[in-house]
């Protein structure tokens, strides 16, 4: 069984023990045993135990201040349970008798189930939860959804998204209701349907259908891909999450599109490359004779390289790409926006790219941008390398000093003692720099600077999302990650001559011209959930 949450994919194995991937601070399911059922919330991972007791793990509240807790978590008292769901931020359980438990938040009346009866499966998102009766009518709670499926007959099972339901009937055929801004509603043509599930939220709804032939189908946003399952094959079981799509296949193997799996890691035909970038979701690659390569997400064209020529730097973006000619001059492909507005500049030597702008480094030793946010560089000079973050630029001066500009939120900036630097790298929310004698330091806040005091013998460093790389002399990377994303998984790297880090997956170039990759692709690919866990 696969289990889709807001931004992590978990897995129940056929021993009864659960795999995690992705942003799951807190989600240690690794002790887990004797699991029947999974889900996942936006920030919390519910289990259901063969005995009937529930456990579950995650952070509590919302991602500005996840320690905030809605009382999801309190189901350690529940027995008896038959099968559970997970909300954004509450959890739903039902008993034997088809009575119904729910905790966490109550905002909306999502935690309003002490009065049904004769439920038999129940299903849940941001606000509402919703029940499907013996009878095969359906109940909803947290929201005005009574006169919209008050009608619903011969359903068998139902599924919540962000702001819709769906319910599958007996026939194989499918209804659904609710806001259809993304055309998440639209699956009255459905047929020979045997599952379906609902997501959505930062990109809006969208809802999936599992057919009889084990191939499945999708409507509503794709902002992120999570609807390109056309070649999937084989299927047993789906699931939909905040902004991707998760497949169970018969073999026990598990395949996902959407946010974290758009195809970035599929570098392994790549060959001749000189250097690695890596921006939101896709991989870009710059070859020994001045072309360049990229894969993954390209819903904003930031892969769109094949006619470049005369290229010898590249730098990725959230959602563009920017490369720097043999002539001095910078050409970018990507969101169309004013971080793209690089084709005046000239005399640049080095370049990079942030979520919103584009920073250039002149052979004069100052620095150019466009983008947002408007950053200040008055009075850099002798800049001899520079590194974009999410919000704020590095500079790495001639005599091994640093300058930051930007925004201080975190302490990112408070790099005005630095000495002996000969390289920057800029993440989210901290600024690392190398020293001459390989050691490195940080700044940034206390709670979310990476551990690499005792890193030694680096030779080049990498800054993501939430996780850092470092390249050692003898040609091994190390990294340290925040997340459950395998984003550091390099120990059996060898050979590298470049690391670099996307936001959500890390690259190396090996000396041979051929690319590596690590992040949650590359991990997911390595479940099978008929096997036991080790």
Not at 46 to 53: E, F, H, P, R, T
Not at 185 to 210: E, K, M
Not at 279 to 299: E, F, I, K, Q, Y
Request: hydrophobic share 40%.
């Amino acid at each position: 069984m696969v289990a889709a949450g807001g931004y992590h994919t978990v897995g129940l194995r056929s021993d009864g023990s659960v795999v995690a991937i992705g942003f799951v601070w807190g989600v240690d399911v690794d002790g887990w045993t004797d699991i029947v059922q999974i889900a996942a919330g936006r920030w919390h991972t519910v289990g259901l135990k063969a005995d009937g007791s529930v456990v579950a793990v995650g952070v509590g509240g919302s991602y500005e201040d996840y320690d905030d807790d809605f009382g999801q978590f309190d189901v350690g008292s529940w027995a008896d349970i038959v099968q559970i769901a997970a909300g954004d931020y509450h959890t739903v359980g039902v008993r034997p008798n088809g009575t119904v438990l729910a905790v966490g938040n109550n905002e909306a009346g999502q935690c309003n189930v002490g009065n049904w009866t004769n439920v038999i499966q129940v299903a849940a998102n941001d606000y509402h939860t919703v029940g499907l009766r013996a009878d095969s009518t359906v109940i909803a709670t947290g929201g005005h959804w009574e006169s919209h499926i008050s009608a619903w007959t011969d359903i068998i099972q139902v599924a919540a998204g962000r702001n819709h339901i769906v319910g599958l009937r007996t026939d194989g055929t499918v209804v659904a209701t609710g806001i259809n801004r993304h055309g998440q509603c639209d699956v009255h043509n459905w047929t020979d349907i045997i599952q379906v599930a609902a997501g959505g939220h930062v990109s809006g709804g969208f809802t999936v259908g599992l057919k009889s032939d084990g191939t499945a189908v999708a409507v509503g946003s794709n902002e992120s891909g999570q609807l390109d399952v056309d070649g999937w094959t084989d299927l047993i079981q789906i699931d939909a999450g905040g902004d991707h799509t998760v497949g169970l296949l018969a073999d026990g193997t598990v395949t996902a599109v959407g946010v974290l799996y758009w195809g970035q890691q599929d570098v392994g035909t790549w060959l001749n490359v000189t250097q690695v970038a890596g921006g939101m979701g896709h991989t870009v690659g710059l070859t020994g004779d001045g072309t360049a390569v990229a894969v993954g997400d390209n819903s904003h064209g930031q892969c769109d390289v094949d006619h470049w020529t005369d290229i010898r730097q590249i730098a990725a973006g959230a959602w563009h790409t920017v490369g720097l000619k043999t002539d001095g001059t910078v050409i970018a492909v990507g969101e169309n926006s004013q971080k793209l507005q690089v084709g005046n500049w000239t005399n640049i030597i080095q370049i990079d790219a942030a979520y919103h702008y584009t920073v250039g480094l002149r052979s004069d030793g100052t620095v150019v941008a466009t983008g947002y946010p408007s950053l200040d560089f008055t009075g850099w000079s002798d800049i001899i390398g520079i590194a974009a973050g999410d919000d704020h630029t590095v500079g790495l001066r001639s005599d091994g000093t640093v300058i930051a500009t930007g925004s201080n939120v975190y302490g990112q900036l408070d790099v005005g003692e630095w000495m002996s630097i000969i390289q920057v790298a800029a993440g989210v929310l901290d600024t690392v720099g190398l020293r001459s004698d390989g050691a490195l330091v940080v700044a940034g806040p206390d709670w979310g600077k990476p551990d690499i005091g005792d890193w030694s013998d680096i030779i080049q460093i990498a800054t993501g999302y939430y996780h850092t790389a470092g390249l050692k002399s003898d040609g091994t990377v190390v990294g340290v990650d925040m997340t459950r994303l395998g984003l550091c998984h390099v120990s059996d790297w060898s050979d590298i001559t470049e690391v670099a880090t996307g936001y959500y997956h890390t690259i190396g170039l090996r000396s041979d011209g051929t690319v590596v990759s690590a992040g949650a692709g590359i991990e997911l690919a390595k479940w099978n959930l008929n096997e036991a866990g080790s």
